[in-house]
């Protein structure tokens, strides 16, 4: 095919469309940082992970699937103010768009699910499984893909955005066709009503059985016991998680039916480019609301974290740690090693020629230059002062 520059156009002013294209691209580099660092987390916390948490990564899986796939073909096209390449990639934007988007709101609904069963039915949410997480997470893909191939297979069609720098759904394909229009029916009750009532019932459901538990553990102990802020912890999470579905998809779900089955021509293009861009933020709002808010997630980042720390500190302070780890083979860093060991200040404190655990202040402690120390005796009592505190003359016989 040819170049569908001349096809599709941008239907909004250039400073607009430069705004679209600054705004992918901070979205896009934030997604890359809280995807990739949540799924490092939960690979590095691997043989632990919760049946529940399975979707989490599911979850993290499809925001970066979208994130790989769709802002390096919107970023370029935002900012030359127009689509720059052919229509077979415009099928391909369109595809992932879908595919990926329906994957995380699917993923949201089988989540909510999930924790609704753990919360509300114990004796039933203690026999789910992670055989039960990787079968479900399954169905997300299978259930999303559905949708997504749909347009392919001439259930429904694919094209430009009205914005004309970006590719989806063709909504306005209605008013033409029969299938058109029941696919984008079938795609908002069981894409958006269905996911977004399973998603409100569950989570209202946690909350009444949450804030009865509150109550009941009140009466009896005091409100700041583990069971009171377990429960406040399942409440923010849910309200954050349904505040993130609203703020991110709503938006989009309105104007693509007002542009559906509405009069297509009265719909601004700047209304669907700004619903496309809130659609995109949920692929860096969700990873940060379960690294926020998940207690061993966040635990596990921070060790993490301290360990690249002291790495870091290892690097810079020219340490070797390896030194301070029992007896070296070879003869030439035990060598190095009974030297920093016998090396003492005159206050009795080791330099910072060994390993990092003799750097109790970071980084700046190991390099700062050390402190001597004189012991000035006083009839029969003596005191301990720095040598750079006496006169210069005291300094040249001390020294």
Not at 28 to 35: A, I
Not at 54 to 71: A, R
Not at 86 to 97: K, S, V, W
Not at 381 to 398: C, G, N
């Amino acid at each position: 095919m040819g170049n569908a520059s001349d096809l599709f156009v941008s239907n909004i002013s250039k400073e607009n469309d430069f705004l679209m294209g600054a705004i992918y691209a901070i979205f896009g580099v934030l997604s890359l940082l809280s995807n990739g660092i949540l799924l490092f987390v939960a690979y590095r916390k691997k043989p632990s992970l919760k049946p529940a948490e399975f979707f989490i990564v599911n979850l993290s899986i499809s925001d970066l699937g979208m994130t790989i796939t769709l802002f390096p073909l919107a970023i370029p096209s935002s900012f030359a103010h127009k689509w720059l390449f052919d229509e077979l990639t415009c099928q391909y934007y369109a595809f992932c768009g879908v595919l990926f988007g329906l994957s995380s709101l699917t993923n949201l609904t089988v989540l909510s699910s999930v924790c609704c069963l753990k919360v509300c039915y114990p004796h039933y949410g203690n026999k789910f499984s992670s055989s039960h997480a990787c079968f479900l997470v399954v169905g997300v893909w299978c259930y999303a893909s559905i949708f997504a191939v749909g347009p392919l297979a001439q259930w429904g069609q694919y094209g430009p955005e009205p914005y004309g720098t970006a590719c989806c759904v063709d909504w306005k394909a209605t008013s033409t066709e029969l299938t058109a229009m029941s696919y984008i029916i079938c795609l908002f009750l069981f894409c958006y009503m269905v996911p977004c009532t399973i998603i409100f019932v569950s989570y209202i459901f946690i909350f009444l059985t949450v804030r009865g538990s509150r109550q009941a553990v009140q009466q009896h102990v005091s409100p700041q016991n583990k069971t009171a802020n377990a429960h406040n912890l399942i409440v923010k999470l849910s309200v954050a998680v349904c505040i993130g579905f609203l703020i991110a998809w709503s938006p989009y779900a309105v104007v693509a039916m007002w542009a559906a089955f509405g009069d297509f021509g009265r719909v601004p293009p700047m209304s669907f480019a700004l619903a496309a861009i809130l659609s995109k933020s949920s692929t860096l709002y969700n990873p940060t609301v379960y690294l926020v808010f998940k207690p061993n997630f966040r635990k596990s980042l921070c060790r993490d974290a301290e360990q690249c720390r002291r790495c870091l500190c290892s690097t810079l302070c020219g340490c070797e740690p390896s030194l301070t780890q029992g007896n070296s083979s070879n003869p030439s860093q035990r060598n190095r090693n009974e030297i920093s060991n016998s090396t003492r200040l005159s206050n009795g404190l080791p330099d910072c020629h060994g390993a990092c655990r003799h750097c109790p202040e970071g980084v700046a402690g190991c390099l700062a230059t050390p402190q001597r120390t004189a012991r000035i005796m006083t009839g029969s009592t003596h005191s301990e002062v720095a040598v750079s505190q006496l006169s210069s003359e005291f300094q040249s016989d001390f020294l």
